[in-house]
């Protein structure tokens, strides 16, 4: 059985991710250190990774309207991203982690079609057969914070939103 669609969705976006490294023009290398669904390290995983999550509370769809299965929707997300610490000012190398993840994201989202008339392709996830697609990517403002409460290390989070269309009746289509 092939994944569900979001789950496709997400690991698409970590594939998206796991390009940011110095053969590709940046100063960090997640080609090993993408995530999902983890909110706990420990001292055994790599000092700069990024996590992709969900957040705790739900987004208020509006209800599918009746006879429909497909619904155009916005998922969000949560990127967090953790660094080691500049002894001198600790969260300078959590902004250029934020700042490079937010450079690749824009990079995606405004990845053209190969059909021009379809548009952008986000993820590579928007072909014209596809029941289940993603549409569009909104990208938050990252937040950097110095080690603290949640982390011992410095880190930034941002929101990240998926605009798809989702047919809830196939979610595997």
């Not at 390290?41 to 992709?52: E, K, L, R």
């Not at 934020?98 to 059909?115: D, F, M, S």
């Not at 008339?117 to 057969?129: A, I, S, V, Y």
């Not at 909104?138 to 941002?158: C, H, M, Q």
Request: aromatic share 6%; proline share 8%.
């Amino acid at each position: 059985m092939t994944d569900p669609f979001r789950l496709r969705a997400a690991k698409a976006l970590t594939a998206v991710l796991q390009e940011i490294t110095p053969d590709n023009g940046y100063v960090n290398d997640l080609s090993a250190s993408v995530f999902r669904g983890r909110s706990i390290f420990g001292s055994t995983d790599p000092v700069t990774m990024v996590s992709i999550l969900e957040p705790h509370t739900e987004h208020r769809d509006l209800p599918t309207p009746v006879a429909a299965s497909a619904m155009a929707r916005e998922w969000e997300m949560l990127i967090q991203g953790f660094v080691k610490d500049d002894p001198n000012n600790p969260t300078d190398p959590a902004h250029t982690l934020a700042a490079e993840v937010c450079r690749r994201l824009a990079i995606e989202a405004g990845r053209k079609a190969q059909a021009p008339e379809r548009g952008f392709d986000p993820l590579g996830m928007n072909k014209r057969d596809m029941k289940n697609r993603v549409e569009g990517i909104l990208i938050g403002s990252p937040i950097v914070r110095p080690a603290d409460e949640i982390s011992n290390k410095a880190y930034f989070w941002t929101r990240l939103t998926l605009k798809i269309v989702e047919d809830i009746s196939d979610p595997f289509g």
